[in-house]
């Protein structure tokens, strides 16, 4: 359906990048978006079946369009409509972008309210303590590695 859209909108098969992988990956971490940003030029507009498809999260998809933006490349979107170069289209990447904004802290409350929580229910997070007791210095290699270390817990 997407790939029939694009040759629909003009576009040729042989300039249709896709990607399938993990939805953990960032954009521009990705294959198909690595083949595309080495190919576009300033001047030539992206084409996509809908903004969302630049990313897997509005963060992400934002900043692929910022990063197009500033290689002077156009972005035009098939089903949705947005269209950056006009008024009516930045004005919703601008609310895409307050979205995001809003999206992140959100993300910065959850997490910090998670970290409350399990600090309140006993959860202790760093690294777990030594007894001194059972611990000495060692200022050698510990095997073959070349690796030092300083402290070696005995557990006799």
Known sequence: M????HVDAGVQKRDVFADV???SKAAIERPGMKKLLAYVEPGDTVVVWRVD?????????LNTVNLLRERGVYLRSISDGIDPTTTSGRLMLSMLATLAEYERE????????????ARQSGTRFGR??????CAR???GPVSSSPRTSLLIADRE
């Open 21 to 23: 992988t993990s939805g």
């Open 2 to 5: 997407q790939l029939d859209a």
């Open 137 to 139: 210095i060692s200022r």
């Open 106 to 117: 959100l993300i910065v409350e959850r997490v910090n309210a998670g970290i409350a929580a």
């Open 128 to 133: 777990p303590l030594t007894d001194p007791s």
């Open 53 to 61: 498809r630049l990313g897997r999260c509005l963060i992400d998809v």
